[in-house]
């Protein structure tokens, strides 16, 4: 019995990471993934790599990434304007520019599920509604 509970209990949380609800909303984490990996493919793997693994010294790696798993804020940014200067991601300095892009709010949020679940990252879901909350105004 204790095995048929461990088992609903890990799909619960499971189904709840993939249709997650948020103030009414329904948000389906897996499909924004998908396509997420698309713009990952296009925008993101020629530096980072297939496996999200980066280039030593150069491209600093995505995969089980304490920098870009300890603020959502910041990764969505980045994502959205580039970054300069030296960061530290687990434990080694990496210093190359990297480029913004110009996506819409849903492509952002998607590439970044896709990044932030994927190679040993479990992150919460990067929202619409959290891109456009980070964006500059218009000038």
């Known amino acids: 019995m ?3 509970q461990n088992l609903f209990s890990a799909t619960a949380i499971t189904a709840s990471l993939l249709f997650c609800s ?3 909303q329904t948000f389906d984490l897996k499909a924004s993934m998908e396509r997420g ?7 993101c793997q020629s530096c980072h790599m297939e496996e999200g693994q980066g ?3 150069v491209y600093p790696p ?4 304490d920098y870009l798993m300890a603020d959502k ?3 969505i940014k980045q994502t959205l304007y580039g970054a300069t200067g030296e960061i530290t991601v687990n434990g080694a300095a990496y210093n190359t520019d990297m480029t ?6 849903q492509e952002t949020s998607d590439v970044l599920n896709f990044i932030r ?3 040993g990252n479990k992150g919460e879901p990067v929202l619409p509604a959290d891109v456009k909350a980070e964006r500059k105004p218009a000038q």
């Open 62 to 65: 995505l995969a089980k990434s």
């Open 117 to 119: 679940n994927s190679w």
């Open 73 to 75: 804020k910041r990764s």
């Open 55 to 57: 280039l030593e010294g």
């Open 2 to 4: 204790k095995q048929k």
């Open 100 to 105: 913004g892009y110009d996506l819409t709010d």
């Open 22 to 24: 948020f103030a009414g």
């Open 37 to 43: 990996k698309e713009l990952y493919v296009t925008n």
